[in-house]
């Protein structure tokens, strides 16, 4: 499984849903992931601002997806 096709993925899902907002395990459930590969995606998505992670769950950040 490529990286950057995951979390384009992953990205595409919370686009599609702006107001999902899940734990790194749900996600890594409702995208079939291991957890830590799920939480590396994840991570990956905060630090560029796609995503915001605040009190242990992850939502659409302020960053808009090209």
Do not use: H
């Amino acid at each position: 499984m490529k990286f950057e096709a995951v979390a384009r993925r992953v990205l595409a899902e919370f686009d599609e849903m702006p107001g999902l907002t899940l734990t790194p395990p749900q996600a890594a459930r409702l995208f079939g992931l291991d957890q830590e590969f799920c939480q590396r995606v994840l991570d990956s998505l905060v630090d560029t601002a796609y995503l915001r992670q605040t009190g242990g769950m992850v939502r659409r950040g302020e960053r808009i997806a090209a």
